[in-house]
């Protein structure tokens, strides 16, 4: 969905390295999510925000960090980066009026640690 | 505990022909669902919901979902299927009660193939 950006798309880097991913929104919804994606085991959550002032850890936060800079923007940070970290993560968002309203997602990054 | 299960890696139909896409669900209290899909390099793309009401949910692109509450079960389907919706289809569940936190449980994805 191009109301929400993820920025880089794709990463290399190294064991120990610290990363940082990027996600913006221009939907102007409160709402904001980190998840990974491994094959064959779907999404799984990272971190969740409801606003600037909240945030919570989700399923898989061990060794994750993450930053609600703005309302639009919440990044999500490797401090020391491990192979099996590698996935695909997603950032999406969600609108806080109605707990049933869908969540819209970004492109995804793709990472690779080697 | 909020589980979804997709019982089928993949589903392989011929263009023209009919699809479906399982789901079941595990869920205490009232269950809400959710179909994604993902298009190569893309990001999950939101196609339908059932919240309460009608059993049968239409959404996007010429989707619809069956939901059974005595089979647990939320069924995609198309009544003719295109080379073009082979992508990677998402069951989810919204956890249930007063919680206003809507944490979705995502199954593990089925890979559709449309073949021409």
């Known amino acids: 969905d191009a109301d929400v950006t993820q920025t880089p798309r794709n990463r290399i880097t190294k064991t120990g390295k610290r990363i940082m991913l990027e996600c913006s929104q221009t939907k102007g919804h409160d709402r904001m999510y980190w998840y990974r994606q491994d094959p064959g085991l779907g999404l799984q959550l990272i971190y969740y925000s409801f606003d600037v002032k909240d945030i919570n850890k989700g399923e898989i936060s061990d060794g994750y960090s993450v930053s609600r800079q703005a309302q639009a923007k919440f990044s999500l940070s490797l401090e020391s980066a491990i192979p099996n970290q590698t996935a695909l993560y997603f950032c999406?968002?969600?609108?806080?009026?109605?707990?049933?309203?869908?969540?819209?997602f970004g492109p995804g990054t793709r990472l690779t640690v080697l | 505990a909020q589980s979804v299960a997709q019982p089928e890696d993949q589903v392989n139909v011929a263009e023209g022909n009919p699809l479906t896409v399982k789901c079941t669900y595990s869920?205490?209290?009232?269950?809400?669902l959710f179909w994604y899909v993902q298009y190569p390099n893309r990001g999950l793309q939101f196609l339908l919901k059932?919240?309460?009401?009608?059993?049968l949910v239409k959404g996007s692109y010429g989707f619809e979902a069956e939901f059974n509450k005595s089979q647990t079960s939320f069924h995609l389907k198309k009544p003719s299927a295109l080379v073009s919706d082979s992508a990677l289809y998402f069951c989810?569940?919204?956890?249930?009660?007063?919680?206003?936190?809507?944490?979705?449980?995502f199954g593990s994805g089925t890979k559709l193939n449309v073949k021409p």
């Open positions: 999406a968002t969600s609108d806080r009026t109605g707990s049933y309203n869908e969540q819209f």
């Open positions: 989810a569940v919204r956890g249930p009660g007063s919680s206003n936190f809507n944490k979705f449980y």
């Open positions: 059932y919240i309460t009401g009608d059993n």
């Open positions: 869920v205490s209290g009232n269950p809400y």
